[in-house]
């Protein structure tokens, strides 16, 4: 399903963010990412929707090599991938409706979203997506009037009417307080079993990623250095990882 | 050791006090009186005059503690000297008319003059700002001269009559301003230098701007009251204004004013309706976060700016040139007015939304043009309207101008009745103006303020 | 993570009940079509625009293309001198419009003035700016005769009405800590304008200045038209005369030149101006670049 194979991401400046990564992820995994600030976590989960630049090895994704794809072939991926963001991401001014129904946007002929004329079907979905993340009564509401856990579930509304075969998270969670993060989390997890959608989360605590995840990804300075079951994470794997001893600090709750 | 000297900080250097700029700028009006006495009286002995102000000069650079070398003073005074009595040359050959031959050596006095200084300022400056010195100094007397020459002023200009009014020629003639603005300038310049501050270049520039202009275009304050004493009588003339008049020779008089009124509100709404739209694709082309590609935002961002050089009047005489003088020249002229505004207040809004979201859809897949539609556009939706509404407002003020030229509307008949010298009717279509603006004015700030 | 069960709560309540969907956005759609659309037609009517003037027109602009290329520069000496009388107009007339339209911003200003004298202020102000500089040139020419000196006069006095406005705003805007610290150390009206107003607002309305400077600079040029000095009458008649259209064309490429080169300078200064910094401008960086490096102070030789 999605198959790093030695795959080497270099930013414009130089950055070598993501060093000879190799991972299989089966469909229907539900896969969580970690490591310090700067590991190349976001970079990872943005190879695989082709938003970073790939210079080296292969990210096939779908079937589909996502290194020198053509826009056309990126465009058709990424409608299969739902991608979910730690600042929401929505559009404030635009009511919650149309911000699901951006999901929608690659599966609808150019003049029907030019003239805002969404089919039944499509307007049906979305309303679907808004209720899985059960906030169907805020359809019609300004995104800007929710809070940061409804405007999440926004996000992930948005992401499921693509109708995905993948979900990426990029900490999902981060801008939450805990009650709301697990709640978020329990969605995701609960659309994981449900739909059978591949997802890759990636989290900065690590009690969280315990508590959800069931296989684990580690990054240190773009490369991998744990991929396993998350049950068998001893304290000595962590420090593989943080390259120091688990801290409060790495814990949502204490 | 002292008490205090223990208390002080182990490497504490203490700041040293800045220099206060106030001396500079006494500094520099010494500078320049000293000039200005140069520019009036090198006449006779230049040499001398003009030693003697290099002397003052070099007396001002000594005090401020800018120039302390003998070496200095001994070029400076050289130069002054040289400067001076190369203008003395000047004027003695300026019996006949004078050509830039006669009057650039003049200008050389200067720049060597300003090069002295330049360097006996160069230990308190960079040879940078030395360099940038002497350039400014030469561009300040070489170009008013030059220009002094075109005009054919300094061939007017006697000596004599220099001698008998030295007071009033000062305050006009351009002669004796080429040599006052040049130090005045550099003047200015050398203190921004020394204080690294602006301020002071930047207020000797726009003095020197504002005398040349005042004199370039003769504006006269005195003229301005002798002609508003006068005021009464031209006032008959537009008051009352006549609403009324024949069409064409021997028809009733009508209210004829009505029709082009309208077509110039067509010509407004048109252009504004047209401009907006086309600016939408432009200005989204011209802004970073949503331009497809490098070449396209340069290419939009550059025509942008270039459209925006030509004045309302331009694109009506360029249309009219095409179309022939009629309102449909007038409607182009305003959607490329529009057009030009518009893309710039838009692309400038698009610039500075957030990003999020445009990422958000190109996630899912989205093409560009869908991005922007439905990720950038509601962001800058309110603003788009208000620009809007602003620029149909500017749009009825121009569509009036455009007139003028014969690119229809009320305009053309203002252009009209004004060649015929019929000023009351002049008046009743200024009127008509005036108030049109105003309600629309209003209006528009009604709208605009409930919008935010 | 027992509990996540419950909190999925659709199979358990049954269907949620799903809001209608808002009629308004829809109507206010249709309004604002209507509202575009309608003026639009009423004005492509009125100006009958015919489909034989749209299809002619491609063509129109063709030859104009034809006649105005290659651009004629033979007399690119007299275009600058044109250029310079318009940019000598438009000086001025920031300069009165500066000047005046200084004390009329701190009289228009709600938090200065009363309201008793901001009222008539602020109406006399909104009138000068309804008249445009062309209109007003009209009037003054006969007053004036034709030349730069009415021109600058209408320019100028068009921009005390928007600089008027403008200044007021920025006045409006300032902090009142200060005003009122100097008020309350027992300072007068006047000195808490001076020093509690004017160093607060200056930075913005020497920039608005110098905005208004480019704004002059266009409109000097159209009053040349009328004969009121300036590029504006070179590029009008030599469009006039065919033959002559290269000709006006070069000096419109040169006016555009110039104002192009003008707007750069004086938006970097007014950026300067208002955050304090030195722009970013290649001419700036280029300066930088040149007195960053101090040389060792020499021995005079
Ligand atoms: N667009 C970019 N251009 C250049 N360098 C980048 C870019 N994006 C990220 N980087 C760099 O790449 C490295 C990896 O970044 P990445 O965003 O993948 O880290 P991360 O693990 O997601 O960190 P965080 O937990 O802070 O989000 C960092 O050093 C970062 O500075
Ligand atoms: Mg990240």
Same mark, same amino acid.
């Given at each position: 399903m999605i198959e790093f194979t030695n795959a080497t991401v270099v930013y414009p400046g130089g950055l070598k963010a993501l060093d000879d990564v190799t991972v299989t992820i089966e469909p229907g995994e539900f896969v969580v990412v970690v490591g310090l600030s700067g590991a190349g976590k976001s970079t990872m989960l943005r190879a695989v929707n082709g938003f970073v630049p790939i210079v080296g090895g292969s990210v096939k994704v779908l079937d589909q %090599?996502? #290194?020198?794809?053509s826009n056309k072939d990126l465009r058709g991926l990424r409608s299969n991938i739902g991608m979910i963001f730690q600042t929401f991401?929505?559009?404030? #001014?635009?009511?919650v409706m149309n911000n699901v129904l951006m999901g929608r946007l690659a599966q609808v002929p150019r003049w029907r979203s030019t003239l805002g004329m969404w089919p039944e079907d499509d307007k049906e979905l979305a309303l679907q997506a808004l209720e899985r993340v059960d906030i169907i009564e805020k359809a019609y509401i300004r995104a800007s009037d929710l809070s940061g856990g409804q405007q999440q579930r926004v996000g992930i509304a948005r992401a499921l009417a693509q109708d995905p075969k993948i979900l990426l998270a990029d %900490?999902?969670?981060?801008?939450?307080d805990p009650v709301t993060s697990h709640m978020v989390m329990r969605d995701l997890q609960r659309i994981n079993r449900d739909l059978g959608i591949t997802t890759l989360i990636n989290l900065h605590f690590l009690d969280l990623a315990r508590a959800y995840g069931k296989r684990l990804i580690g990054l240190r300075d773009g490369k991998l250095v744990y991929d396993g079951d998350i049950a068998d994470v001893s304290d000595e794997v962590f420090r593989d990882i943080y390259g120091r001893a688990i801290t409060p600090d790495d814990l949502l709750e204490t | 050791m002292t008490a205090i000297d223990a208390a002080a900080p182990v490497s504490g250097v203490r700041p040293q006090e800045p220099t206060s700029s106030f001396r500079f700028v006494v500094g520099a009006i010494v500078m320049g009186v000293g000039a200005a006495i140069v520019g009036a009286a090198t006449l006779g002995i230049g040499w001398l005059w003009g030693a003697a102000t290099a002397g003052v000069v070099y007396g001002v650079l000594w005090w401020l503690g800018l120039a302390r070398s003998p070496i200095d003073a001994g070029i400076m005074v050289i130069a002054g000297a040289v400067s001076g009595q190369w203008f003395v040359a000047v004027l003695d050959g300026r019996a006949g008319p004078v050509d830039i031959a006669e009057t650039t050596p003049a200008a050389l006095g200067f720049v060597v003059f300003g090069a002295a200084v330049a360097w006996a300022l160069r230990h308190r400056l960079t040879v940078a700002a030395a360099a940038l010195v002497t350039v400014s100094w030469a561009a300040a007397v070489a170009l008013p001269t030059q220009y002094g020459v075109g005009l054919g002023i300094l061939a007017d200009l006697g000596r004599r009559e220099l001698r008998e009014g030295v007071l009033q020629v000062l305050g006009s003639s351009f002669f004796t301003m080429v040599p006052l603005l040049a130090v005045l300038f550099a003047g200015s310049l050398t203190v921004a230098l020394a204080t690294k501050r602006a301020a002071p270049a930047s207020v000797g520039l726009a003095v020197v701007m504002s005398v040349i202009s005042f004199n370039m275009i003769e504006f006269s304050v005195v003229e301005l009251f002798t002609q508003a004493s006068q005021i009464g009588d031209l006032a008959k003339e537009f008051w009352?204004?006549?609403?009324t008049w024949p069409k064409t020779i021997g028809q009733e008089p009508t209210n004829v004013i009505i029709d082009p009124f309208i077509e110039t509100l067509q010509i407004a709404v048109v252009g504004a309706t047209l401009g907006c739209l086309m600016a939408l694709p432009l200005a989204f082309m011209a802004a970073r976060p949503t331009t497809p590609d490098e070449p396209t935002y340069w290419g939009a961002k550059s025509f942008m700016n270039v459209i925006r050089t030509i004045p309302d009047l331009f694109w009506a005489i360029i249309f009219t040139a095409a179309v022939g003088f009629n309102a449909f020249a007038g409607a182009l002229a305003m959607v490329f007015f529009s057009l030009a505004i518009m893309s710039k207040l838009l692309s400038e809004t698009v610039d500075s939304i957030e990003l999020g979201p445009l990422e958000a859809a190109r996630a899912t897949g989205s093409r560009h043009a869908q991005v922007i539609q439905y990720a950038a556009l509601p962001q800058v939706l309110p603003n788009y309207v208000a620009y809007a509404l602003y620029i149909f407002e500017l749009n009825v003020r121009a569509s009036v101008v455009i007139g003028i030229v014969g690119a229809g509307g009320i305009g053309r008949l203002l252009n009209e009745q004004r060649n015929f010298f019929q000023w009351d009717r002049v008046m009743a279509i200024v009127i008509v103006i005036f108030v049109t603006v105003i309600l629309i004015e209003m209006v528009s700030i009604l709208i605009r303020r409930r919008l935010v | 993570m027992t509990d996540s069960t419950e909190l999925w709560t659709k199979d358990d309540t049954g269907p949620v009940i799903r809001p209608d969907e808002p009629r308004w956005p829809k109507i206010i759609r249709w309004i604002a079509v209507i509202v575009i659309i309608g003026p639009l037609i009423w004005g492509l009517l009125g100006l009958e625009i015919s489909a034989d003037n749209l299809r002619r027109a491609p063509g129109q602009m063709w030859n104009l293309v034809q006649q105005v290329w290659?651009?004629?520069?033979?007399?690119t000496g007299r275009t600058f001198e044109k250029i310079l009388e318009s940019l000598y107009v438009a000086w001025i007339a920031t300069i009165i419009g500066a000047t005046l339209s200084f004390p009329l911003g701190f009289l228009a200003a709600t938090n200065i003035a009363p309201r008793s004298v901001t009222l008539p202020v602020r109406s006399l102000l909104s009138g000068i700016r309804a008249f445009p500089e062309l209109v007003l040139a009209i009037m003054l020419i006969p007053a004036f005769g034709l030349g730069p000196f009415p021109g600058a006069l209408a320019i100028g006095i068009h921009s005390i009405g928007t600089l008027g406005k403008l200044t007021s705003e920025v006045i409006e805007g300032v902090d009142e800590g200060p005003i009122e610290a100097i008020r309350a150390s027992g300072g007068t009206r006047m000195q808490a304008m001076q020093f509690g107003v004017v160093p607060q607002a200056m930075p913005n309305v020497l920039a608005y200045w110098l905005y208004r400077f480019e704004i002059n600079i266009r409109a000097s040029a159209v009053l040349g038209v009328i004969g009121a000095g300036g590029i504006g009458d070179e590029i009008y008649s030599r469009f006039l005369f065919v033959p002559d259209r290269s000709k006006g064309f070069a000096a419109l490429l040169v006016m555009i030149a110039t104002v192009l080169v003008i707007d750069a300078i004086s938006a970097s200064v007014r950026r300067r101006i208002i955050t304090g910094q030195p722009s970013r401008s290649m001419m700036a960086r280029l300066m930088q670049r040149l007195f960053a490096k101090k040389r060792p102070a020499e021995t005079s030789s």
């Amino acid at each position: 399903m999605i198959e790093f194979t030695n795959a080497t991401v270099v930013y414009p400046g130089g950055l070598k963010a993501l060093d000879d990564v190799t991972v299989t992820i089966e469909p229907g995994e539900f896969v969580v990412v970690v490591g310090l600030s700067g590991a190349g976590k976001s970079t990872m989960l943005r190879a695989v929707n082709g938003f970073v630049p790939i210079v080296g090895g292969s990210v096939k994704v779908l079937d589909q %090599e996502v #290194r020198g794809a053509s826009n056309k072939d990126l465009r058709g991926l990424r409608s299969n991938i739902g991608m979910i963001f730690q600042t929401f991401n929505l559009v404030n #001014r635009a009511r919650v409706m149309n911000n699901v129904l951006m999901g929608r946007l690659a599966q609808v002929p150019r003049w029907r979203s030019t003239l805002g004329m969404w089919p039944e079907d499509d307007k049906e979905l979305a309303l679907q997506a808004l209720e899985r993340v059960d906030i169907i009564e805020k359809a019609y509401i300004r995104a800007s009037d929710l809070s940061g856990g409804q405007q999440q579930r926004v996000g992930i509304a948005r992401a499921l009417a693509q109708d995905p075969k993948i979900l990426l998270a990029d %900490e999902p969670v981060a801008s939450l307080d805990p009650v709301t993060s697990h709640m978020v989390m329990r969605d995701l997890q609960r659309i994981n079993r449900d739909l059978g959608i591949t997802t890759l989360i990636n989290l900065h605590f690590l009690d969280l990623a315990r508590a959800y995840g069931k296989r684990l990804i580690g990054l240190r300075d773009g490369k991998l250095v744990y991929d396993g079951d998350i049950a068998d994470v001893s304290d000595e794997v962590f420090r593989d990882i943080y390259g120091r001893a688990i801290t409060p600090d790495d814990l949502l709750e204490t | 050791m002292t008490a205090i000297d223990a208390a002080a900080p182990v490497s504490g250097v203490r700041p040293q006090e800045p220099t206060s700029s106030f001396r500079f700028v006494v500094g520099a009006i010494v500078m320049g009186v000293g000039a200005a006495i140069v520019g009036a009286a090198t006449l006779g002995i230049g040499w001398l005059w003009g030693a003697a102000t290099a002397g003052v000069v070099y007396g001002v650079l000594w005090w401020l503690g800018l120039a302390r070398s003998p070496i200095d003073a001994g070029i400076m005074v050289i130069a002054g000297a040289v400067s001076g009595q190369w203008f003395v040359a000047v004027l003695d050959g300026r019996a006949g008319p004078v050509d830039i031959a006669e009057t650039t050596p003049a200008a050389l006095g200067f720049v060597v003059f300003g090069a002295a200084v330049a360097w006996a300022l160069r230990h308190r400056l960079t040879v940078a700002a030395a360099a940038l010195v002497t350039v400014s100094w030469a561009a300040a007397v070489a170009l008013p001269t030059q220009y002094g020459v075109g005009l054919g002023i300094l061939a007017d200009l006697g000596r004599r009559e220099l001698r008998e009014g030295v007071l009033q020629v000062l305050g006009s003639s351009f002669f004796t301003m080429v040599p006052l603005l040049a130090v005045l300038f550099a003047g200015s310049l050398t203190v921004a230098l020394a204080t690294k501050r602006a301020a002071p270049a930047s207020v000797g520039l726009a003095v020197v701007m504002s005398v040349i202009s005042f004199n370039m275009i003769e504006f006269s304050v005195v003229e301005l009251f002798t002609q508003a004493s006068q005021i009464g009588d031209l006032a008959k003339e537009f008051w009352p204004p006549t609403w009324t008049w024949p069409k064409t020779i021997g028809q009733e008089p009508t209210n004829v004013i009505i029709d082009p009124f309208i077509e110039t509100l067509q010509i407004a709404v048109v252009g504004a309706t047209l401009g907006c739209l086309m600016a939408l694709p432009l200005a989204f082309m011209a802004a970073r976060p949503t331009t497809p590609d490098e070449p396209t935002y340069w290419g939009a961002k550059s025509f942008m700016n270039v459209i925006r050089t030509i004045p309302d009047l331009f694109w009506a005489i360029i249309f009219t040139a095409a179309v022939g003088f009629n309102a449909f020249a007038g409607a182009l002229a305003m959607v490329f007015f529009s057009l030009a505004i518009m893309s710039k207040l838009l692309s400038e809004t698009v610039d500075s939304i957030e990003l999020g979201p445009l990422e958000a859809a190109r996630a899912t897949g989205s093409r560009h043009a869908q991005v922007i539609q439905y990720a950038a556009l509601p962001q800058v939706l309110p603003n788009y309207v208000a620009y809007a509404l602003y620029i149909f407002e500017l749009n009825v003020r121009a569509s009036v101008v455009i007139g003028i030229v014969g690119a229809g509307g009320i305009g053309r008949l203002l252009n009209e009745q004004r060649n015929f010298f019929q000023w009351d009717r002049v008046m009743a279509i200024v009127i008509v103006i005036f108030v049109t603006v105003i309600l629309i004015e209003m209006v528009s700030i009604l709208i605009r303020r409930r919008l935010v | 993570m027992t509990d996540s069960t419950e909190l999925w709560t659709k199979d358990d309540t049954g269907p949620v009940i799903r809001p209608d969907e808002p009629r308004w956005p829809k109507i206010i759609r249709w309004i604002a079509v209507i509202v575009i659309i309608g003026p639009l037609i009423w004005g492509l009517l009125g100006l009958e625009i015919s489909a034989d003037n749209l299809r002619r027109a491609p063509g129109q602009m063709w030859n104009l293309v034809q006649q105005v290329w290659p651009p004629d520069f033979s007399e690119t000496g007299r275009t600058f001198e044109k250029i310079l009388e318009s940019l000598y107009v438009a000086w001025i007339a920031t300069i009165i419009g500066a000047t005046l339209s200084f004390p009329l911003g701190f009289l228009a200003a709600t938090n200065i003035a009363p309201r008793s004298v901001t009222l008539p202020v602020r109406s006399l102000l909104s009138g000068i700016r309804a008249f445009p500089e062309l209109v007003l040139a009209i009037m003054l020419i006969p007053a004036f005769g034709l030349g730069p000196f009415p021109g600058a006069l209408a320019i100028g006095i068009h921009s005390i009405g928007t600089l008027g406005k403008l200044t007021s705003e920025v006045i409006e805007g300032v902090d009142e800590g200060p005003i009122e610290a100097i008020r309350a150390s027992g300072g007068t009206r006047m000195q808490a304008m001076q020093f509690g107003v004017v160093p607060q607002a200056m930075p913005n309305v020497l920039a608005y200045w110098l905005y208004r400077f480019e704004i002059n600079i266009r409109a000097s040029a159209v009053l040349g038209v009328i004969g009121a000095g300036g590029i504006g009458d070179e590029i009008y008649s030599r469009f006039l005369f065919v033959p002559d259209r290269s000709k006006g064309f070069a000096a419109l490429l040169v006016m555009i030149a110039t104002v192009l080169v003008i707007d750069a300078i004086s938006a970097s200064v007014r950026r300067r101006i208002i955050t304090g910094q030195p722009s970013r401008s290649m001419m700036a960086r280029l300066m930088q670049r040149l007195f960053a490096k101090k040389r060792p102070a020499e021995t005079s030789s």
